[in-house]
């Protein structure tokens, strides 16, 4: 008898390991989309440093009104798409089979990284060496749009396959934490000052 409950643990043991290494147990977490949250209001504060340098420089406050004006539209832009591109991956997971879910987040992770891309295109414009008015020097900004594009496709892809050996509410819970106010954009305003 004692045979069979060692057999029994030791089994048991094997399957969780086994479980625990497996890429996309439900283990999976969202981290990839709280560093890009991160990253991606990192931003803000840099242009706006930047534009104030070129403002005092030029001893013009427009520089720096005007700037603040464009990047708030643009990081509008990107705070939309954020916001629509969870819901779109989260409703990709919820409503297709496994290989349909697939390829629907796969178009919308296209989908967002094109608007980082245009995001990233205009932050650089704006900030780079002899870029806006000449000013000495490069901002450097942590924010590869084809790096957080693969984090965050592989965390949902994680995701989907975690949340596939879960059922009913715990799948819907799981994948809808991404929706929680802890992971929108804050706002252009709060960053701004």
């Known amino acids: 008898m004692k045979r069979y409950n060692l057999l029994i643990v030791l089994l048991l043991l094997i399957f969780n390991l086994t479980t625990a290494q497996k890429k ?3 283990a999976a977490d969202f ?4 560093e890009a949250k991160a990253k991606i209001e990192n931003t803000v504060p840099l242009v706006i440093k930047h534009l104030q340098e ?3 420089k030029e001893n013009d406050p427009n ?22 591109y969870r819901g779109n991956m989260n409703s ?5 089979s496994s290989k349909k879910a697939k390829k629907c987040m796969e178009y919308h992770n296209s989908m967002f990284r094109g608007t980082m891309i245009n995001y990233n295109n205009y932050i650089t414009n704006l900030t780079r060496k002899n870029g806006y008015l000449g000013v000495e020097g490069d901002t450097k900004f942590e924010f590869n749009p084809s790096e ?4 965050l496709s592989e965390s949902y892809f994680n995701g989907n396959d975690a949340s596939g050996r879960m059922k009913g509410s715990q799948k819907k819970d799981f994948i809808g934490q991404t929706m ?14």
């Open 24 to 26: 996309g147990s439900p």
């Open 31 to 34: 981290s990839a989309v709280k």
């Open 92 to 96: 990709c997971i919820l409503n297709n």
């Open 63 to 84: 520089i720096l009104t005007n700037g603040k004006t464009a990047l708030a539209k643009e990081y509008g832009k990107i705070e939309l798409e954020w916001r629509l």
């Open 148 to 151: 957080i594009s693969t984090k």
């Open 180 to 193: 929680a106010d802890d992971y929108a954009l804050t706002p252009y305003n709060q960053l701004a000052k």
């Open 54 to 56: 070129i403002s005092e």
